[in-house]
């Protein structure tokens, strides 16, 4: 993942803890020390679904949310390959419109009714990148949220 999942601040009770004398800066040593935490099978399923949905790994997502960090959710890959791909068909309307209006010869045959299609695509293009963002931004069905 490339960092977009938003954390919310640490609760000032881990915030002093990580500041004590002696304590290394967050990150810089070395996590030496395990937790074992026995888990149901469901338990450990519905963990790694929350941690691969966040976008982390089992042991980040754990250690996040213990620590009081507020896992907010990251983009879903898919509607982001959804929308690269609508962008695509907008810059190939774009460039064959572009193309149109410089009278290139290769275009000489493409009248008004042809440039007029092109631009109602471009629309329906914009349209459907419209959709995909909203289903981007808005949680899903069940997919509220972590609230840590």
Known sequence: MDGTVKLAARPAAVEAASAAPGAAPQGAARRAHHLRVPV???EKALIEAQAQ????????FLREVGQ????GGV??????????????D???LGGLLKLWLTNDERTAQFGEATLRAVLAR???TQDQM???MMKVVQPRAGREPFSG
């Open 40 to 42: 149901s099978p469901g």
């Open 53 to 60: 949905r966040a976008g982390m790994s089992v042991a980040r």
């Open 68 to 71: 009081g960090y507020r896992i």
């Open 75 to 88: 983009v879903d890959y898919e509607q982001v390959r959804e929308l690269a791909r609508i962008n695509g």
């Open 90 to 92: 907008l810059g190939r």
């Open 122 to 124: 471009i629309e329906a």
């Open 130 to 132: 419209g959709e995909v």
